[in-house]
Each structure stands twice: as C-alpha cells, then as structure tokens.
T-cell receptor
C-alpha cells in the first residue's frame, strides 16, 4: 500500500536559516507528489506539486525517484513560514490523496 | 476563487443523536468531493469520495451506515454521522475538486464534532 512518511513531527529554525522538511514515500507506480500547508487557524491549502516544478513562497521540492523522496526546501526561512506542512501523494490518475502525518515548522525570530 | 465552505464549524451533540455536516463549493462546480477525518495531532484520513449524483465510495474500515454521504448537487455534499458516540468526536474536513487546476483539491475549514 502507498505510504507517505514525514519523519519529523516538529522542526524549529531561526529566521534566515535554511529549512528542509523531509518526505519519503512508498508506492510502486508513478505517484504525483504534493506539499500542503496549514497556517494557524486557516484551512489546508496546496503549496506546490512536483509536476509543476515551480517555486512558491520561496519553497521548492524535487522528486527523487531513486530515493523515493520529495523534500521541501527553502534557503532562507521567514517567520510567516511557521505552519503545519503535509506531504501527500495521489496514485496513477486517482484524485485520492494520501497524507503524511505532517511536520510543524516553527521559525523563530 | 475556488472556495469551499463547511457548516457548522463546531457542533456538540449528545450520544445517540445524528449530526449533519454540509460542504459547499461556493464559486465552482465540484465534480468530486472528499471527506476526511483528522484526529488530534494526526494526519488527515480519507473517509470517502463522492461524485455528484452517485453513491459515495468509502475507504476500507469506514462504516457506510455510520457515515452517510450525499452529493446531491455539484455544489453541495453532506456527511451525516448517525447515532453518534464519543469515539466519533473528531475534526471532519471536506475538499472539492473540479475547479481550476489539474486534480487540485480545495479544502473546507473543517468541522469540530464533539459527542458527549
């Protein structure tokens, strides 16, 4: 069965420091990978997906099929990046999302 | 655009009663709606997928008779928790797709259900 693993429940960095939120997946086919973000008291929203290969709010994520990873990175974290981040995947054409358990990022001043 | 609303945002009910939660796509037609459940400090677990005008598809382990889902129109899906018990207390989140973007799901703000 497909699975998404986010090994860090909590991640704390200082403003201006680089940040990397890890995500590994297990799926035998060709998944589509996503990062969702939930800011305090707000709904879940899409941050980026691997097929777009875009940078949103300074964040990037590269799909590494060899390592089955989709880590989220930002070179210089900002306080407003503090939020809950969820990695997720869909499987081969399906719209059903499988979520990781999430990583709470705190960016300290 | 692509806003999804849920009502109510919070509900407290007595054990044995039924509770209905509404999910609406406000500015687009949602061909597919999803219902998730989120336990405290845990991830979202997909409960079921519903398409307008057809029966919902439930995930393994989700009781169909317990969690009734109706997707009567392209802008409204409802989740009814029947004969609720304290263990049904949770955060229920819906999402909808069919708006802009490929397969993008737009999430509602969630409904906090507390069963006494």
């Amino acid at each position: 069965a497909q699975r998404v693993t986010q090994p860090e429940k909590l991640l704390s960095v200082f403003k201006g420091a680089p940040v990397e939120l890890k995500c590994n997946y297990s799926y035998s086919g060709s998944p589509e990978l996503f990062w969702y973000v939930q800011y305090s008291r707000q709904r879940l929203q899409l941050l980026l997906r691997h097929i777009s290969r875009e940078s949103i709010k300074g964040f990037t994520a590269d799909l590494n099929k060899g390592e089955t990873s989709f880590h989220l990175k930002k070179p210089f974290a900002q306080e407003e990046d503090s939020a809950m981040y969820y990695c997720a995947l869909t499987q081969g054409g399906s719209e059903k999302l499988v979520f990781g358990k999430g990583t709470k990022l705190t960016v300290n001043p | 655009g692509a806003v999804v609303s849920q009502h109510p945002s919070r509900v407290i009910c007595k054990s044995g009663t039924s509770v209905k939660i509404e999910c609406r796509s406000l500015d687009f037609q949602a061909t597919t709606m999803f219902w998730y459940r989120q336990f405290p400090k845990q991830s979202l677990m997909l409960m079921a997928t519903s398409n307008e005008g057809s029966k919902a598809t439930y995930e393994q382990g989700v009781e169909k008779d317990k969690f009734l889902i109706n997707h009567a129109s392209l802008t409204l899906s409802t989740l009814t928790v029947t004969s609720a018990h304290p263990e049904d207390s949770s955060f229920y989140i819906c999402s909808a797709s069919g708006g802009r973007g490929y397969n993008e799901q737009f999430f509602g703000p969630g409904t906090r259900l507390t069963v006494l």
